[in-house]
């Protein structure tokens, strides 16, 4: 338990310092897709915000899979997994 809250507070620094780099185009903000964080760490079911703000981001996935501080992230069973249950596919980059 411990780990894997240290891991979600790593992950959402590694988003909020990546913001500047990631915010290319005006809609595109990594720090969006935090509500998908605990899905994507723990394999547990997405919330409706999750889906929601991936759905949103979904034009903006390819660049977060090209940044390397994004690309652990996004290229994961666990964000597959939440692509499949929120039902926005991963694009092919």
Known sequence: MKVTYIAVLLTAMVLL??????????????????PC??????????????????SEQKPCLCQYMRDPNLRQYVNTPGARSVSNACRVPLPNC
């Open 37 to 54: 964080l605990g899905a994507i760490m723990s394999s547990s079911p997405p919330s409706g915000a999750c889906c929601s703000k991936l």
């Open 17 to 34: 310092l990546s913001e500047a780099q990631v915010s290319n185009a005006a809609s595109c903000s990594a720090i969006e897709l935090a």
